[in-house]
């Protein structure tokens, strides 16, 4: 690990080629594991106002809106941290539902997606917030080591696609990660960790 502006940084951010394939993913993420997406304290107030929003609200399935009538938007996990309400014991209570079209080849058959229904109004311009961050910012995982943030990258078999069309675009994670990371640490922050991507590539630890 390398240390950028107070934070721990795996070499995992640089080495790790990847780029979401929802044409051949089809956002799993959001639907499989057994609990839901990591939350701030200030999050939960943000992801309450979501369900508030009709353009969220609707989008949501039967029964993860009982789910939240009934138990509220976050709960612990197994670890005690707040995560987001998940149903069946698997989807994410904000999943929507929906088909994805390869936007390079408009032409070829939509496929069945999951897609996040805070993430779709925020693109849209109905809603101010994106998503929680541990979304925006996965595979990259945050944990707290000696008093500093430390950022991991987390691997995880379906995302396979993702990293095979990273490694044929050469898209370094840090890189496909650029707008969450500066969301999360700042613009600083996110140049220092470009600066020493090169320098890293530079001296060989990157081949």
Not at 71 to 92: A, F, H, M, S, W
Not at 109 to 121: G, K, L, M, T, Y
Not at 169 to 189: H, S
């Amino acid at each position: 690990m390398i240390e950028i502006l107070n934070t721990l940084v795996s070499l995992d951010l640089f080495k790790t080629f990847f780029c979401c394939d929802l044409s051949q993913c089809h956002g799993i993420c959001c639907i499989e594991g057994d609990a839901g997406a990591p939350v701030t304290i200030d999050e939960v107030e943000l992801l309450e106002e979501a369900t508030e929003t009709a353009a969220i609200w609707d989008d949501l399935t039967p029964e993860a809106r009982q789910q939240i009538d009934c138990e509220g938007v976050v709960y612990p996990d197994k670890d005690g941290e707040l995560v987001t309400q998940i149903v069946n014991d698997r989807d994410c209570v904000f999943v929507k539902h929906g088909f994805f079209t390869e936007p390079s080849s408009p032409s070829t058959q939509p496929v069945p997606c999951a897609f996040c229904a805070i993430d779709s109004a925020y693109r849209c311009g109905k809603f101010h917030w994106q998503k929680p961050i541990s979304c925006a910012l996965y595979p990259v995982r945050l944990s707290t080591v000696g008093g500093m943030t430390a950022v991991n990258v987390h691997r995880w078999d379906i995302c396979q696609p993702a990293r095979e069309l990273g490694k044929k675009l050469q898209l370094p994670l840090y890189q496909f990660l650029k707008e969450p990371l500066i969301r999360r640490f700042g613009q600083a922050w996110w140049d220092e960790c470009d600066l020493a991507a090169k320098e890293l590539k530079k001296a060989g630890y990157l081949d």
